[in-house]
């Protein structure tokens, strides 16, 4: 059974920055993709940064430059980051990972077989 772990959020203040992790565990297969969402109080869930096992990355125009999404560089290559920089009171929200078999990689929720659980970020003078 494939089970996600999710870790790293916190109260930062506006401009701080933030590692979030997530690591993916019961898989058997070669090819894979990782993404990040978000949901805010009151709002849908939207994608925020994808990579796959290429290590192609992907980011929402709104966090490409402050955001940078990795894979970890041991051998299992199983751990998802996505370090946040620059933070703003937008960002707050709860972040999730998301995990599929396969390259392609997309901000379609539907298109991502196993979660993991949400961690909050809030981002806050």
């Known amino acids: 059974e494939v089970q996600l772990q999710a870790s790293g959020g916190g109260l930062v203040q506006p401009g701080g920055s933030l590692r979030l992790s997530c690591t993916a565990s019961?898989?058997?297969?070669?090819?894979?993709?990782f993404a990040w969402f978000r949901q805010a109080p009151g709002k849908e869930r939207m994608g925020v940064s994808a990579i796959n096992s290429h290590e192609t990355p992907y980011y929402l125009a709104s966090v490409e430059g402050r955001f940078t999404i990795s894979i970890s560089s041991d051998r299992a290559k199983n751990t998802v980051y996505l370090q946040m920089n620059d933070l703003k009171p937008e960002d707050t929200a709860t972040y999730y990972c998301?995990?599929?078999?396969?390259?392609?990689?997309?901000?379609?929720?539907?298109?991502?077989?196993?979660w993991g659980q949400g961690t909050l970020v809030t981002v806050s003078s």
């Open positions: 998301a995990f599929k078999d396969g390259l392609r990689y997309s901000f379609n929720g539907n298109d991502y077989d196993y």
């Open positions: 019961g898989f058997s297969f070669d090819d894979y993709a």
